[in-house]
């Protein structure tokens, strides 16, 4: 079965501190899809990162990075010098192979709260 | 434009009432989902088509029904049957055997009273 926690519900920081999002996921597929979206307020889903599970290097973009480490199942999400903008949902999700499933596995989310 | 739209935003119903919730895409993609969520969780799918008059459930499609007779449209009747039909609805759509490329449409908000 596929699952993936998001074991942190909410989260506060100050503005311009670091933040980190934690994602854990099961799956025994060998071949499968990561990803992170953000949900602001609007509620429409953005999508930020698609990883597939052969592919484990680390992506910068900006002011986010993801950390993919298959040895823990693990896919964080880390921000870094966070601003008030920053503030919305964060969901995690796998998705299995298309000859697989079609399906989306998502996290429950972890709502970030930048402070001024 | 090309994207997935899903009208009203918002939508408020009498319990007991059917309502059907708009999905429309211009992206040309095959297959179209349908996924509820519901505050401090995540998305959960309720139906899904991988191509026009064909349809499968996911793992919450009690009280819901779908239809899909043209490929830009995958519309989702609430029925009265949905014990608890008020949640935030979203729609997607992807490409043919990518189904891990999936765009989402802005939501229709459903508050059921």
């Known amino acids: 079965a596929q699952k993936v926690t998001q074991a942190q519900t909410e989260i506060s920081v100050v503005e311009k501190e670091d933040v980190t999002l934690d994602c854990v996921y099961e799956t025994r597929d060998t071949t499968y899809y990561l990803f992170w979206y953000k949900q602001p307020p609007s509620g429409e889903l953005v999508f930020l990162i698609r990883r597939n599970s052969f592919d484990e290097q680390n992506e910068i973009s900006g002011r986010y990075s993801w950390n993919f480490q298959k040895s823990t199942s693990s896919f964080n999400f880390t921000i870094t010098a966070s601003q008030v903008v920053d503030s919305a949902v964060y969901f995690c999700?796998?998705?299995?192979?298309?000859?697989?499933?079609?399906?989306?596995?998502f996290g429950t989310g972890t709502s970030l709260t930048v402070i001024p | 434009d090309g994207g997935i739209t899903q009208s009203p935003k918002y939508l408020f119903r009498k319990e007991g009432q059917n309502v059907t919730l708009s999905c429309e895409q211009n992206?040309?993609?095959?297959?179209m989902y349908w996924y509820r969520q519901d505050p401090g969780q995540g998305l959960r799918l309720i139906y899904y088509s991988q191509i026009v008059n064909d349809f499968q459930k996911g793992d919450i499609a009690e009280g819901y029904s779908v239809s899909r007779e043209k490929k830009e449209s995958f519309p989702l009747t609430v029925t009265s049957a949905q014990k608890n039909p008020t949640a935030f609805y979203l729609c997607?759509?992807?490409?043919?055997?990518?189904?891990?490329?999936?765009?989402f449409g802005p939501g229709t908000r459903l508050t059921v009273t």
């Open positions: 999700a796998l998705s299995r192979n298309p000859n697989t499933g079609n399906q989306f596995y």
């Open positions: 992206l040309n993609h095959d297959a």
């Open positions: 997607a759509s992807s490409p043919t055997g990518r189904s891990y490329e999936q765009y």
